[in-house]
């Protein structure tokens, strides 16, 4: 297997500290959940987690004040999602090195008037810019950003470009039930990232008016606004993306698919066999299979077959390590079923943190 470039070339600063952090890798044996942390204990800490949430408490206090607070039903909030010392605790145990730090669905951008959203997009951009000067090594910055409004959102945008820990853009799939990104005024803001080389890390909202599919189809105690409408919104994504001409468009736009992608991979080959059938009228200019491997997926499978799946999809370089942390739907050890898939060491070093660096400017 030919070495990654990103990870053999000369690092710049912040890589380099990346790469003092991660030490040689060894082979994960297939471990049961009772015993990985046990193992974790004597391994480098190593992974970057992109898919990794939380909630600053500057933000959670201005949501609270509209009356939005960042938790439900009362329960006080997790303080993994705003305790910096303790979260990098709950990483140490896990080997994780590093969190992109994102909002969860609970971003407030679908609903928040442009001054509100414009101030909770800086409390958060703020607080993470402060963490990772705290801890450079834990943290980086996935950008908020008030995209209800495209001017505004470009404006956050490139007040953040530049500064140190900025890594990526956080953005919704859909609003409302809309496919927001794709209309002609978020052209300028898709040209930036692209130019930035911010890549874009997609995440579905919570509350009904932004179910897939509709508030009455996914609504109710099952969850399934979330089991079945996560994954769906990341096919229609994806599907959007291609079918668009905005990938040929910003032919280097990169885009992480959370949650292992939904239910895109899988259903990829029905959608190429669509264009081959000749039952869509739009023509692609290249085949459907190179647009698969423009986008990136995180782990967040929950089965060792659907991992395997997933690499033998779309690549063994196209894969980052995902968490969903602190969510409902999050895993408990970030690397067990990588540890379960016994990689040769430059397939697992690619996995645990050398695709994330390819993926992020640095």
Known sequence: MQSNPTLTAAPSKDRRRFLQFGGALALGAAVSPSTVFAQNATSPRIAIDMHAHWTPEPYAKAMADLGRPTFANGSAL???????????????????????LT?????PWWWAG???????????????????????????????????????????????AGKPGVRAVGLPNSMNGEDYLFAPEYLPFLARCEELG???LFH???????????????AGP?????????????ANTAEKFIISGHLDRFPNLK????????????????????MEKTASNVKLPHPYKEYIRRFYYDTLTYSLPGLRFLIDTVGMDRIVIGTDVFAAMDVNDPLYLV????????????????????????
Do not use: C
Not at 204 to 218: A, I, K, T, V, W
Not at 255 to 274: D, E
């Open 78 to 100: 997790n303080p993994l999602m705003y305790d910096l010392p303790k979260r990098m605790a709950w990483m140490d145990q896990r080997n994780i090195q590093t969190h992109v």
């Open 103 to 107: 909002l969860s669905g609970n971003m």
């Open 114 to 160: 442009e001054a509100d959203a414009v101030r909770l997009a800086q409390l958060v951009n703020d607080a993470a810019l402060d963490a990772h000067a705290k801890y450079p090594e834990r943290f980086l910055v996935g950008v908020a950003v008030p995209i209800k409004h495209p001017e505004a959102a470009l404006k956050e945008l490139n007040r953040m």
């Open 198 to 200: 911010l890549p874009l």
């Open 204 to 218: 579905p909202l919570d509350f009904p008016p932004n179910y897939y599919g509709g508030p009455s189809r996914l």
């Open 222 to 234: 099952s969850f399934l606004y979330n089991t079945l409408g996560f994954p769906f919104e990341h």
């Open 255 to 274: 885009i992480l698919l959370a949650h292992a992608g939904g239910a895109f991979p899988f259903i990829a080959p029905r959608l190429a066999h669509a």
């Open 339 to 362: 540890n379960q898939m016994n990689l040769p060491p430059p397939d697992r070093e690619l996995i645990l943190r050398g695709n994330a660096l390819k993926l992020m400017p640095a």
